[in-house]
C-alpha cells in the first residue's frame, strides 16, 4: 500500500512510547481516516482505554519502515542502516559532485565500495579517503582505497577534501546527522553530494526544517532519485540527491 506524502507527516510527528503510538493534533476527518487506514493495515488496532494505537512489537520501529519507504508493507523488515549503492545511480550522484582531476573525496560510509567505485569510473584521477564502522567491510573497501575502521560521528577533521560524496544510514534521521558532520570537512569552494532519505523533503520536525533552512542558505538543492533505485539492493526506500556547496 503506497502512503501520500500527507500520511507520512502524519506519521512522522506521531508520538510513540514501546508498543503505542498516539496521533499529535487535530486531522480533519478524511486525513484521519486516511492514517487509521495505514496504522491498521501495520498491525495497530485502537485501544480505547490507552487512547492509542497498540502494536504487537515497537511502534517506532513500525513507523520508519513506513516513512522511509513511503508503503505500508507487512511482515517486511529492512535494515536501513547498510544498503549498497547501486552502479547506475552511484554514477549520476558522483556527476553532481562535479569531479576534476586532482580532487580529493571524503566517503565517509564508504561500506564495501560500491559509491566509491563509482566515483572513481566517473574520474579516475581523483584521490579517495573513506571511514567505515563495520570490520568487514573494511576488509573489502580497504583493498582498494584508503579506509580507516570507525564511527564517521566520532571522528573530527585533521584534513579538508574538495568534494564529500555520501551514502549515510537513514534510521532515525541518521543521514541528517551525518551530513551535517561531513560538512565540516569540506573545504572552502567545495561541494557535499548524498544520497538521503526522501523524508528530508517532508517531516516537519526541528531537525529536518533547519537541514532543509540550511540547504536554501547555501543555495543547494533536493533532486528525486528514481523510484525504486535501491531495489537491487533490497530495499525499497524512497531517496534524493541533496547537494550543497561549501
Given at each position: 500500500m503506497k502512503v501520500e506524502n500527507d500520511v507520512l507527516l502524519v506519521l512522522s510527528n506521531a508520538q510513540t512510547d514501546g508498543n503505542a503510538l498516539r496521533l499529535v493534533g487535530q486531522l480533519d476527518r478524511k486525513l484521519?481516516?486516511?492514517?487509521?487506514?495505514?496504522?491498521?493495515?501495520?498491525?495497530?488496532?485502537?485501544?480505547?482505554?490507552?487512547?492509542?494505537?497498540?502494536?504487537?512489537?515497537?511502534?517506532?520501529?513500525?513507523?520508519?519502515?513506513?516513512?522511509?519507504?513511503?508503503?505500508?508493507?507487512?511482515?517486511?523488515?529492512?535494515?536501513?542502516?547498510?544498503?549498497?549503492?547501486?552502479?547506475?545511480?552511484?554514477?549520476?550522484?558522483?556527476?553532481?559532485?562535479?569531479?576534476?582531476?586532482?580532487?580529493?573525496?571524503?566517503?565517509?560510509?564508504i561500506g564495501q565500495g560500491h559509491l566509491a567505485k563509482a566515483i572513481h569510473q566517473t574520474e579516475p584521477g581523483v584521490s579517495i579517503k573513506g571511514y567505515?564502522?563495520?570490520?568487514?567491510?573494511?576488509?573489502?573497501?580497504?583493498?582498494?582505497?584508503?579506509?580507516?575502521?570507525?564511527?564517521?560521528?566520532?571522528?573530527?577533521?585533521?584534513?579538508?577534501?574538495?568534494?564529500?560524496?555520501?551514502?549515510?544510514?537513514?534510521?532515525?534521521?541518521?543521514?541528517?546527522?551525518?551530513?551535517?558532520?561531513?560538512?565540516?570537512?569540506?573545504?572552502?569552494?567545495?561541494?557535499?553530494v548524498s544520497i538521503m532519505s526522501a523524508s528530508v523533503t517532508f517531516r516537519d520536525n526541528k531537525l529536518t526544517t533547519a537541514f532543509r533552512d540550511l540547504i536554501a542558505q547555501r543555495s543547494g538543492s533536493i533532486q528525486p532519485n528514481d523510484q525504486g533505485a535501491f531495489k537491487e539492493s533490497g530495499t525499497m526506500v524512497n531517496t534524493v540527491t541533496v547537494v550543497i556547496p561549501a
Open positions: 484521519y481516516e486516511r492514517t487509521n487506514k495505514v496504522l491498521e493495515a501495520a498491525g495497530g488496532k485502537w485501544n480505547r482505554k490507552a487512547k492509542a494505537h497498540l502494536y504487537d512489537g515497537d511502534a517506532a520501529e513500525a513507523m520508519e519502515q513506513i516513512i522511509l519507504t513511503g508503503e505500508c508493507e507487512i511482515g517486511r523488515k529492512q535494515n536501513f542502516g547498510y544498503f549498497p549503492t547501486p552502479l547506475k545511480l552511484g554514477i549520476q550522484v558522483a556527476g553532481l559532485a562535479a569531479l576534476e582531476a586532482g580532487h580529493t573525496v571524503l566517503e565517509p560510509n567505515e564502522l563495520l570490520p568487514e567491510n573494511v576488509a573489502k573497501s580497504g583493498a582498494f582505497f584508503d579506509v580507516t575502521e570507525g564511527d564517521f560521528l566520532g571522528i573530527e577533521p585533521s584534513q579538508k577534501f574538495d568534494r564529500v560524496v555520501m551514502n549515510p544510514p537513514f534510521a532515525k534521521q541518521a543521514d541528517i546527522h551525518h551530513v551535517n558532520h561531513a560538512l565540516k570537512f569540506l573545504r572552502a569552494g567545495g561541494r557535499l
